[in-house]
């Protein structure tokens, strides 16, 4: 089987000089990690944030041959019409190199509310305009009358319907259903083996209920700590974690692997043994060349993995 590998940016590579961005990318390339993800936030608990589609735009040109993710793009807080837009302009500058990654959000209702969205449609937004994204990638001619959207002759050229996989992120079943609806993979976090296996059949048997066939392209996405030692691993991960959800860390530390790499890659092996072709890792360590480093021998181990299962 074969998996892709991905990770994050680390924390400061956008305040690097252009020479230094070029080399650490160079690096993650080299050692053999597959794409780049990033996450999206308009404007998350204190205003924190960051746009999807500018970061992949910017990265596309920083490295040829990078992958680039957006994981996950908060859907329903935009119109699907100029998200169209956005992908087909992504096609046309970095082809054949984008996975786009989508959710509903609501770990802060208020960010929902101050885009103008009513948080309670959010789910039936985000699967009006993936029916509605389906159509415009395609290249057809779109009319669209919704709960929540209405559109009417809509198209969107270059078509790029088998360039850019669609991967529903999300936690519940209703995600899981909108997956075998609409996407080409569920991207998980926050989720046991256990809970990843029941979830992939589930996608099946709905899928096939809606007479789709689909080669899926799931994942998981953890955030990682890598440190010498377990403990100094723990720590920072807990911190920047923490710092961001404003949760405590024990509420996420059964789902969040930290350690060497090797250790990261044991946990994470059941994932890969049990369907993810998507690795998604949110790296955080000691400096920007050691999750570049982490990173590629982590991607080196799981593809090994993948590699036993045939």
Same mark, same amino acid.
């Given at each position: 089987?074969?998996?892709?590998?991905?990770?994050?940016?680390?924390?400061?590579?956008?305040?690097?000089?252009?020479?230094?961005?070029?080399?650490?990318?160079?690096?993650?390339?080299?050692?053999?990690?597959?794409?780049?993800?990033?996450?999206?936030?308009?404007?998350?608990?204190?205003?924190?944030?960051?746009?999807?589609?500018?970061?992949?735009?910017?990265?596309?040109?920083?490295?040829?041959?990078?992958?680039?993710?957006?994981?996950?793009?908060?859907?329903?807080?935009?119109?699907?019409?100029?998200?169209?837009?956005?992908?087909?302009?992504?096609?046309?500058?970095?082809?054949?190199?984008?996975?786009?990654?989508?959710?509903?959000?609501?770990?802060?209702?208020?960010?929902?509310?101050?885009?103008?969205?009513?948080?309670?449609?959010?789910?039936?937004?985000?699967?009006?305009?993936?029916?509605?994204?389906?159509?415009?990638?395609?290249?057809?001619?779109?009319?669209?009358?919704?709960?929540?959207?209405?559109?009417?002759?809509?198209?969107?050229?270059?078509?790029? %319907?088998?360039? =850019?996989?669609?991967?529903? @992120? *999300?936690?519940?079943?209703?995600? !899981? +259903?909108?997956? &075998?609806?609409?996407?080409?993979?569920?991207?998980?976090?926050?989720?046991?083996?256990?809970?990843?296996?029941?979830?992939?059949?589930?996608?099946?048997?709905?899928?096939?209920?809606?007479?789709?066939?689909?080669?899926?392209?799931h994942g998981y996405q953890p955030w990682?700590?890598?440190?010498?030692?377990?403990?100094?691993?723990?720590?920072?991960?807990?911190?920047?974690?923490?710092?961001?959800?404003?949760?405590?860390?024990?509420?996420?530390?059964?789902?969040?692997?930290?350690?060497?790499?090797?250790?990261?890659?044991?946990?994470?092996?059941?994932?890969?043994?049990?369907?993810?072709?998507?690795?998604?890792?949110?790296?955080?360590?000691? %400096?920007?060349? =050691?999750?570049?480093?982490? @990173? *590629?021998?982590?991607?080196?181990? !799981? +593809?090994?993995? &993948?590699?036993?299962?045939?």
């Amino acid at each position: 089987m074969d998996i892709k590998v991905g990770m994050d940016i680390p924390s400061k590579f956008w305040l690097s000089s252009l020479e230094e961005k070029s080399q650490l990318l160079n690096s993650i390339y080299d050692g053999g990690v597959d794409h780049i993800f990033f996450g999206d936030h308009v404007a998350f608990h204190d205003g924190t944030g960051s746009d999807g589609f500018v970061k992949i735009a910017a990265l596309s040109q920083l490295h040829p041959k990078l992958g680039l993710m957006i994981s996950i793009y908060l859907l329903p807080l935009r119109h699907p019409l100029p998200v169209a837009r956005q992908l087909a302009s992504m096609h046309e500058i970095a082809p054949g190199r984008v996975i786009f990654g989508v959710g509903i959000g609501g770990e802060d209702r208020h960010e929902v509310e101050i885009c103008g969205v009513d948080p309670a449609t959010r789910g039936k937004r985000t699967n009006e305009s993936l029916e509605i994204l389906r159509g415009l990638m395609a290249g057809e001619k779109v009319d669209f009358n919704g709960e929540t959207l209405t559109v009417k002759g809509a198209i969107v050229k270059p078509i790029i %319907s088998k360039q =850019i996989p669609i991967i529903v @992120g *999300g936690r519940s079943n209703a995600a !899981l +259903k909108r997956t &075998a609806q609409f996407g080409d993979g569920w991207i998980a976090a926050w989720c046991s083996v256990k809970r990843f296996k029941e979830a992939l059949l589930l996608i099946d048997q709905t899928a096939a209920a809606n007479q789709r066939k689909v080669d899926w392209q799931h994942g998981y996405q953890p955030w990682v700590g890598l440190a010498d030692t377990k403990a100094e691993a723990r720590a920072l991960v807990a911190a920047e974690m923490e710092a961001f959800y404003k949760i405590p860390f024990e509420k996420f530390e059964r789902y969040t692997p930290y350690g060497t790499p090797e250790d990261v890659a044991n946990f994470l092996s059941p994932y890969v043994e049990n369907g993810a072709k998507i690795i998604n890792l949110k790296i955080i360590a000691g %400096s920007d060349k =050691i999750c570049a480093a982490g @990173g *590629g021998e982590i991607a080196s181990r !799981l +593809k090994q993995a &993948a590699r036993n299962i045939n």
